[in-house]
């Protein structure tokens, strides 16, 4: 009867019937991506971060599979803000119940504030992407936390779409804090931890070359890699915030184990990028199915009973 397990969850006002669903990136760029995504199982529809304008994005090749993820220096490859107002409002006609969150990437503070006005009429939540590590001469904004602080205060004010934020890792616990004192000051619907880890740089054996092009061969890493630093993320900021914004958690998210991890972490959701890319839309029926295996084993009726009950050897035990 593991049916009957209950896994959705609740984020900014909206219950979505899974609390696993595609992180921004892989497969949400074209009007198809969202569509097959609406035919999923996937918890909420996630579009690929837009900019005002229509990008072509990096040059190719720019993604690459890896042992254990994936590197991509995709560039913000997509349709622009006006194309996904008319992708989002033809998609919600369609399928009335999915959950869209257009996730928004400005080159620079303005574009953040515009896009979230425009699309914040009508996407369901705005996913505010301060990470991508991919863009020549632009940095990560959520490493300047005046900045952050700045957009999302004045984000909130041009939208009545509730407002997530797409961070990067913080692998330093002064940095966690100072992050977690900033985001505390602002409304948000949740968190989602963490963006890929920027700057890597893979070898082609046979050839001695980086296995992409783009930033001279370095580009952010996926999946197996970083689901240790993910989690990481997930568990400090869940104990700096408690239940005050809720996390999702995204790095390698292969299996309803890697999910029930997340969970235990803290997360109340989790965004599936690498994976998604590799196995397709499919891969959202097949976790929630081996989650409600993992919880039923855990004699757990639901994900949300699980939240945050990450144990700490020698001390809960
Ligand atoms: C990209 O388009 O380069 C990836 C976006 C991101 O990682 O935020």
Partial sequence: MTHAIDISCAIGGKKLPSLIMN??????TMEDHLRALCQSSSGAVVTKSMTIEPRDGNPHPKYADLE??????????????????????KLKKEFPDCVFI???????????YNMAAEIGTVADLIEVNLSCPNIPGKPQIAYDMEAS???????????QAPIGVKLPAYCDPVFLKE????LMKHELAYLSLINSIGHTVHVDPLTDETVIHPNNGR?????????????GQVHAFYQLLGNRIPILGVGGVYT???????????ATGVQVGTAYMQEGPAIFTRIAQELRNV???????????KLGMLKIRGVNT
């Fill in 23 to 28: 992180a921004s990136g892989p497969l949400c």
């Fill in 68 to 89: 254990y993820g994936s590197v991509n220096s995709n560039g913000l490859e997509n349709l622009g803000v006006g194309r996904y107002m008319e992708v989002i409002s």
């Fill in 102 to 112: 257009a996730s928004v990437a400005g080159l620079k503070e303005e574009d953040y």
């Fill in 149 to 159: 602080d700045r957009i999302l205060k004045t984000i909130n004010t041009k939208t």
């Fill in 179 to 182: 992050a977690a004192d900033m």
């Fill in 219 to 231: 580009g952010g890493l996926g999946g197996a890699y970083i689901k240790p630093i993910a989690l």
């Fill in 256 to 266: 309803g184990r890697d999910v029930y991890d997340y969970v235990l972490a803290g």
């Fill in 295 to 305: 919880l039923a084993e855990k004699g757990a009726r639901s994900a949300q009973e």
